[in-house]
């Protein structure tokens, strides 16, 4: 149950609180290990990353140079009539070693800042993180920049983290999860995230997002992608997906899944992507590809799938595909169904292998002939000779596992008991195709 939970809620977006004005208010960034970007510290103070977080990667540790130490955040703007939430996390401290921490905001109306709202917490904790949060209401449009004090014993330390300020009457921003965490590492060297991985992304950056280049990331899991609501160009070929949801995806006209490694895809629908004019998906394992409603697609290159056994082609548009641009030489592929089986066979005959055919129904699609299923082939594995029984046959071929034709060999179709010899290969594994009038079958055999 817990599985299928955690799946549903991987679908969907996730709303979260507002951005959060406050630079690097979450500690993550750092260029230097004394001091947080956007931040500025006491010129006595001591400051330093810490790999204790109240939420992310890392927080900041405050120590007591003195009896006081204190950091400030760069100035950022705030909207007049507008109300704010301002928020710190903090822990640390045995007790006796703190008097007090402040919470304070500041402006500068005239020639010197001033403070003008804060909070003060004396209580502390070693064990759990503390929250100091009030609510503001700016008066004039304005830049202002929160403060951070701490008052204690000489050398005692202290955590803080997560230092927000948010508007609180604006509408929530809403995120796309992306569980992936080298999904989302792509996204960020790409711009479309920034920071480092959480889990999301803001969806408004990846709505408008035409063309995504996600090939060659180590990408398992493609969640996130259904907001990507306009992606005309999409390429995540060499990669380890072995399933992807593209049903929101309704403007795709180009599409590249090829190659998918270890496993390979296993299933592809296409069936929403209606303006899809590309198609590259060679090496998966995908076993039946049905292009029926893609009436647009001029390009098909599909090799490299020895799992492919049927392809329904049949969608009015293949007079006007480009001949150079079709390509599933497969052998496994028994039968492309087509608009017209004569225009298929005179223009598209390299496209394929010689066991595979077209045609306008393909009705016994993926099922093989009651009498290939009785054909025996032995000895599999094989040092050479292969008998061929219970079958008559008039021609036998033989392919590589990359689709090359290697052997072909005439047989005798009054005789159900043939032989074929296959000294010579590489070690191996080849597929032989049994041939008979216009049926064929294959079997794999394996070449030691």
């Not at 679908?11 to 979260?16: D, G, H, K, Q, W």
């Not at 890392?58 to 109300?83: D, E, Q």
């Not at 949060?133 to 014993?153: A, L, P, Q």
């Not at 599909?302 to 492919?308: A, D, I, K, P, T």
């Amino acid at each position: 149950m817990k599985t299928k939970l955690l799946l549903l809620l991987l679908l969907f977006s996730l709303t979260i609180s507002a951005q959060n004005l406050v630079p690097n208010g979450d500690f993550e960034t750092w260029s230097s290990s004394s001091q947080p970007d956007d931040w500025y510290r006491s010129f006595n103070g001591y400051v330093s990353k810490s790999s204790t977080p109240q939420n992310g990667l890392s927080s900041t540790r405050l120590k007591i140079t003195g009896a006081t130490n204190f950091i400030n955040s760069k100035t950022f703007a705030v909207k007049s009539n507008k109300t704010y939430r301002v928020s710190l996390y903090h822990r640390g401290g045995a007790p006796g070693d703190f008097s007090s921490i402040e919470l304070s905001l500041y402006h500068q109306p005239g020639t010197f800042k001033e403070k003008f709202q804060q909070i003060t917490d004396q209580t502390f904790s070693d064990i759990q993180w503390r929250k100091l949060e009030f609510e503001y209401t700016s008066k004039v449009d304005e830049n202002i920049e929160v403060d951070i004090w701490v008052t204690g014993k000489a050398q005692a330390e202290i955590l803080l983290d997560n230092v927000s300020v948010v508007l609180i009457n604006e509408p929530s921003s809403q995120y796309t999860l992306i569980p992936d965490i080298n999904f989302e590492k792509k996204l960020i060297a790409l711009n479309l995230d920034a920071g480092v991985p959480d889990g999301k992304v803001l969806t408004t950056s990846i709505a408008t997002q035409t063309n995504l280049d996600i090939s060659s990331s180590f990408i398992a899991n493609l969640t996130g992608i259904q907001d990507f609501t306009s992606l005309t160009s999409l390429d995540f070929s060499y990669n380890n997906i072995t399933s992807v949801d593209l049903s929101k995806n309704t403007i795709l006209t180009t599409l590249n899944c090829s190659a998918i490694y270890p496993e390979g895809l296993l299933d592809l629908d296409v069936s929403k992507n209606v303006l899809l004019k590309t198609l590259l998906c060679s090496g998966n394992k995908i076993t039946n590809l049905d292009l029926s409603k893609n009436i647009l697609l001029t390009t098909l290159i599909c090799n490299r799938s020895n799992e492919l056994l049927t392809i329904n082609l049949k969608n009015g548009n293949n007079k006007n595909m480009i001949v150079d641009n079709i390509q599933f030489p497969n052998p496994s592929l028994k039968c492309v169904q087509v608009d017209d089986v004569d225009y298929s066979n005179a223009n598209w005959a390299d496209s394929k292998m010689e066991n595979t055919i077209y045609s306008t129904t393909c009705s016994t699609l993926g099922l093989e002939d009651a009498a290939f299923n009785k054909a025996v082939l032995y000895p599999n594995p094989t040092k050479g000779e292969v008998n061929i029984n219970n079958i008559a046959l008039e021609k036998a071929t033989v392919y590589n596992s990359l689709g090359q034709l290697v052997k072909t060999f005439i047989l005798n179709s009054g005789d159900t008991n043939n032989t074929i010899n296959l000294s010579g290969l590489p070690k191996g594994v080849y597929y032989v195709y049994l041939i008979n009038g216009d049926a064929a079958s294959a079997k794999k055999i394996i070449v030691e």
